[in-house]
């Protein structure tokens, strides 16, 4: 068993300072946590225009039981700034790029990321928008003693 130390922090100025942000009040978020993992997932994977799978519930879990079998999940688009290129993920082998998509649950644009939870339950897929070929940098943390 092995532990690892995830934090969020998110400040923001008041919308009225010389930099504004976006509330009437300074913002100061920050949590963290220990969670127990046993098993550690990464890659830099290419994704293109055709959409596929990213995250095979079965390489996790046989047997997975939602909220106590799991993983949580860090994705960040690494393709370079400013070029336009989004990353859509989802839960469907399907273009994941229309505009009226429902199996999307987000869409990263360059250089954006995502932690979240998983319960290793369903597959997640990758697709991207055009035909040039965008990076997805993942890393899956595996709860201890998911089965």
């Known amino acids: 068993m092995a532990t690892i130390n995830p934090s969020l922090t998110i400040t ?4 009225s300072a010389s930099t504004p942000g976006p509330l009437s009040f300074a913002l100061q978020l920050s949590v ?11 890659e830099i994977k ?4 055709t959409h596929g799978i990213l995250l095979d519930a079965s390489d996790f879990s046989a047997t997975a039981e939602a909220g106590t079998d799991g993983a949580f999940v860090y994705v960040k688009n690494v393709t370079a700034a400013g070029s336009g ?5 989802g839960v469907a082998n399907e273009n994941l790029s229309s505009d009226d998509e429902a199996d ?7 250089q954006e990321f995502a932690w979240f939870p998983w319960d ?7 697709d991207a928008n055009g035909s040039s070929t965008n990076a997805l940098e993942y890393w899956v943390f595996v709860r201890t003693g998911t089965a």
């Not at 923001?12 to 919308?15: G, P, W, Y």
């Not at 999307?104 to 360059?110: D, I, N, W």
């Not at 290793?120 to 990758?126: F, G, K, N």
Request: with cysteine.
């Open 12 to 15: 923001a100025n008041s919308s």
């Open 46 to 49: 290419d994704v293109d225009g």
């Open 85 to 89: 290129r989004n990353i859509m993920i």
């Open 120 to 126: 290793c339950s369903q597959d997640i897929y990758e």
């Open 104 to 110: 999307r649950l987000f869409t990263l644009q360059p």
């Open 32 to 42: 963290t946590d220990a969670l127990s993992v046993d098993q550690v997932k990464t």
